[in-house]
C-alpha cells in the first residue's frame, strides 16, 4: 500500500440500520463497460442483483462535504489492477484490487479531513464483482482476468444512499444515487 497514511478516521458505530451517503469513484466509460460484462453476468448467475461497479471512496452519515478541494486531487485519476480477489464477505465475496497511488490516498485524506466523515473499514481499493459467492465464475474467468490488463481511468464520484448493513441483495436494491460529480471538469 501507499505510504501515504492518515490520522482522522472515525470509525461508525452501528445501530441496527444507519443510513450513508457512500461516495464511490466511478471508472470511465470505457473502461466501466469492461466492469459491467463482468458484473452482469455474474448477477445473472446468481439471480442476483446488477449493480454500478464502483470504487468505495468513502461515507458519510448526513451532510454534504465541500468536495472541490477532493475532486481537484482526483483529476487524471489512473490506477492499476494488482489481483482479482474473494473474501467470505457479502460484499467483496469477488472484487478486483487496485494499487493504491499518492494521488488517491491524498485524496482519501482530504476526504476525510470534510467534518462529518464516517468509516466502517480501512480503506482498500477495489470494484466489487459480485455480491455473494459467484455461482461460477470459471465460466467467465477470461473476462474477469481481462480486468487486470490495463489501468482504470476514474473520471466521476458519485454519492450513494445506502442502508447498513449491507447483507442481502434486497438491500441493494434500495441504493438510490443522489449526485454525481464529474472529476474532469474540475479546474
Given at each position: 500500500?501507499?505510504?501515504l497514511i492518515c490520522?482522522r478516521?472515525?470509525?461508525?458505530?452501528?445501530?441496527?440500520?444507519?443510513t450513508i451517503i457512500?461516495?464511490w469513484l466511478?471508472p470511465?466509460l470505457?473502461h466501466?463497460?469492461r466492469?459491467?460484462?463482468?458484473?452482469d453476468?455474474?448477477a445473472d448467475?446468481?439471480c442476483?442483483?446488477r449493480?454500478?461497479?464502483?470504487?468505495s471512496?468513502?461515507?458519510?452519515?448526513d451532510?454534504?462535504?465541500?468536495?472541490?478541494g477532493?475532486?481537484q486531487l482526483?483529476?487524471?485519476?489512473?490506477?492499476?489492477p494488482?489481483?482479482?480477489a474473494?473474501?467470505?464477505?457479502?460484499t467483496?465475496?469477488?472484487f478486483?484490487?487496485?494499487?493504491?497511488?499518492?494521488?488517491?490516498l491524498?485524496?482519501r485524506?482530504?476526504?476525510?479531513?470534510?467534518p462529518g466523515?464516517?468509516?466502517s473499514r480501512?480503506?482498500?481499493p477495489h470494484i466489487?464483482?459480485?455480491?455473494?459467492?459467484?455461482v461460477?465464475?470459471?465460466?467467465i474467468q477470461?473476462?474477469?482476468?481481462?480486468?487486470?490488463d490495463q489501468?482504470v481511468?476514474?473520471?466521476?464520484?458519485?454519492?450513494?444512499?445506502?442502508?447498513?448493513?449491507?447483507e442481502?441483495?434486497d438491500?441493494i436494491?434500495?441504493?438510490?444515487?443522489?449526485?454525481?460529480?464529474?472529476?474532469e471538469?474540475?479546474?
Open positions: 500500500m501507499g505510504s490520522e478516521s472515525i470509525r461508525l458505530g452501528m445501530s441496527d440500520r444507519d457512500a461516495y466511478l470511465a470505457d466501466a463497460a466492469f459491467q460484462r463482468v458484473v453476468k455474474l448467475q446468481q442476483g442483483v449493480f454500478l461497479p464502483h470504487l471512496f468513502g461515507s458519510f452519515l451532510n454534504k462535504p465541500d468536495l472541490s477532493v475532486l482526483l483529476c487524471g485519476l489512473e490506477l492499476r494488482t489481483e482479482v474473494e473474501t467470505a464477505s457479502f467483496m465475496s469477488l478486483v484490487r487496485f494499487e493504491p497511488t499518492e494521488q488517491l491524498q485524496a485524506c482530504a476526504l476525510e479531513a470534510c466523515f464516517r468509516t480501512d480503506f482498500d466489487s464483482l459480485c455480491y455473494g459467492a459467484p461460477n465464475k470459471g465460466a477470461r473476462e474477469i482476468n481481462a480486468l487486470l489501468p481511468l476514474f473520471d466521476r464520484l458519485v454519492a450513494t444512499e445506502i442502508s447498513l448493513p449491507v442481502s441483495y438491500d436494491k434500495l441504493w438510490q444515487q443522489r449526485a454525481e460529480y464529474p472529476i471538469s474540475v479546474s
